[in-house]
């Protein structure tokens, strides 16, 4: 059994490294669920599908599936994909799935953070979320990697983004949010942070700019690009749903300091140039709860939920006339990578983008 040890990552020299390091592989999860997926969940499989042949131009996938649709899966993903059967409650990995953390020796090791829906009984998506909970613990089992349980401490890999050199951006909307962690102080918060991520400094960001599915991630917000470096969503339009949280978020930014003293450097990058909406026939399951979603309901859409992969950047796209400048600006960030945008449009229906629906594993 991949062991759970008694300490935190910054006790034994662990840290959690940048996403622009060297991975292994990335995790996903199997989309299904049809009070969140559209039409019985068959568009989004397909949108699934692009996602992981995009990432495995670059690097492994590791698909997990549910028992029910381990051979539909199986059978229209290719061969070189892994799949693995794994029960769980949606598709979120970035947020259930396990922080990894590595040390000079060539060791990793991941944290293994309490998931709760985000927001459990109070605001959470769904119930019960058991499954998710047990998913960061089956992929360190698959990978044989012992793991930090941060005991009581609710946390999604979707809001949070570090450095490798010591910083880590995030939002008070969602890490102050009443759902999580009401228990503990900003500075309690700050203090997990730093011990299981082994970083010195947080940069708190106020807002996100889903308040109603995640609490305000920051990965629709601001990313690091390498340590340094940020980006940062960006719209001169007053009338664009996220304008304020852009302006705001950029003015911060580049008054930052990072753990090192470095001023940071902030790249821009638009936001989709009309507002992304649900379009055409929405037919979702009616469960206890379901927040109704209808034709013309504003999607969270932004280019900012890409995935950095080994010598690729994995980009949504929406069918904008952004989409093209997006790829541009992001081409602009990482010259030595290549570029690939995905029409993820059924992945954003659902509250996320590809970020939200990936984890990468680093390199020892
Ligand atoms: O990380 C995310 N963006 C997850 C959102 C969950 C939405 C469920 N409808």
Sequence with gaps: MAKRIKS????????????????????????????????????????FTNVAKAISRFEPVTMLVSAGQYANARNKLPAEIRVVEASNNDSWVRDCGPTFVKNDKGELRAVDWEFNAWGGL??????PWDQDNMIAQKICELERIDTYKAE????EGGSFHVDGEGTVITTEMCLLSEGRNPHLSKTEIED?????????????????????????????????????????????????????????????????????????????LTTPEK????????????????????DGDLCIA????????NGGVIVPQY????????LEQIQAMFPDREV?????????????????????????
Aim: glycine share 8%.
């Design 319 to 326: 069918g904008d006339k952004n989409d093209a400048l997006a």
């Design 8 to 47: 935190t990552p910054k006790k034994d020299g662990f840290r959690m490294p940048g996403e622009f390091e060297p991975q292994e592989e990335i995790f996903m999860i199997w989309p299904e669920r049809p009070d969140n997926w559209r039409n019985g969940g068959k568009p989004v499989q397909e949108a």
């Design 192 to 268: 997990m942070l730093k011990e299981y991520l082994n970083v010195e400094k947080v940069i708190w960001v106020k807002d996100g700019i889903d308040p109603d599915e995640t609490n305000g991630h920051i990965d629709d917000v601001a990313c690091f690009v390498k340590p340094g470096e940020v980006a940062c969503i960006w719209t001169d339009d007053k009338e664009d749903p996220f304008y304020q949280v852009c302006q705001d978020t950029y003015n911060q930014l580049v008054n930052e300091t990072d753990a090192k003293g470095r001023k940071l450097k902030v790249h821009k």
């Design 122 to 127: 109070v605001d959470g998506l769904y119930f």
């Design 275 to 294: 507002a992304v909406t649900l379009q055409g026939d929405f037919a979702i399951d009616y469960v206890e709860g379901t927040i109704p979603r209808e």
């Design 152 to 155: 009581n401490f609710v946390l």
């Design 340 to 364: 690939v945008g995905v029409q993820t449009r059924e992945v954003v229906y659902g509250g996320g983008n590809i970020h939200c629906i990936t984890q990468q594993k680093p390199q020892k």
């Design 302 to 309: 932004s280019y900012m939920n890409f995935l950095i992969v």
